[in-house]
């Protein structure tokens, strides 16, 4: 069973950084394509990024594109999310995740594709001045 973990949330005033980080025990992350999720209060769970094994594919919402950086250590066995110029809209709970079998970026990213996910419990990001 992968066991996932965020850290890194907190609050931060608008135009501020954070960076998050999902971690996994006792499973290699690098055998998993990897997606970063939100869901703000009263809204639908969404996808904001996620990146291949190697690494070398990843995607990217369009309300994030630009001040959001994914990235994975895949010896130290973890993901990064990178929030730069954070705006008070990108206040949720995060979540990373996984999938059950081998997806695409894009597939992952897309909660209406038909997949199942492992899910981290989340990490709580507000920002707010």
């Known amino acids: 069973q992968l066991q996932l973990v965020e850290s890194g949330g907190g609050l931060v005033q608008p135009g501020g950084s954070l960076r998050l980080s999902c971690a996994a025990s006792?499973?290699?992350?690098?055998?998993?394509?990897i997606g970063w999720f939100r869901q703000a209060p009263g809204k639908e769970r969404e996808g904001v990024s996620c990146?291949?094994?190697?690494?070398?594919?990843?995607n990217y919402a369009d309300s994030v594109k630009g001040r959001f950086t994914i990235s994975r250590d895949n010896a130290k066995n973890t993901v990064y999310l990178q929030m730069n110029s954070l705006k008070p809209e990108d206040t949720a709970i995060y979540y990373c995740?996984?999938?059950?079998?081998?997806?695409?970026?894009?597939?992952?990213?897309?909660?209406?594709?038909?997949?199942?996910?492992?899910w981290g419990q989340g990490t709580q990001v507000t920002v707010s001045s």
């Open positions: 990146i291949s094994k190697s690494g070398g594919n990843t």
């Open positions: 995740a996984a999938p059950y079998g081998i997806t695409t970026v894009q597939a992952m990213c897309n909660m209406q594709t038909p997949i199942r996910r492992y």
């Open positions: 006792r499973v290699t992350l690098d055998y998993y394509t």
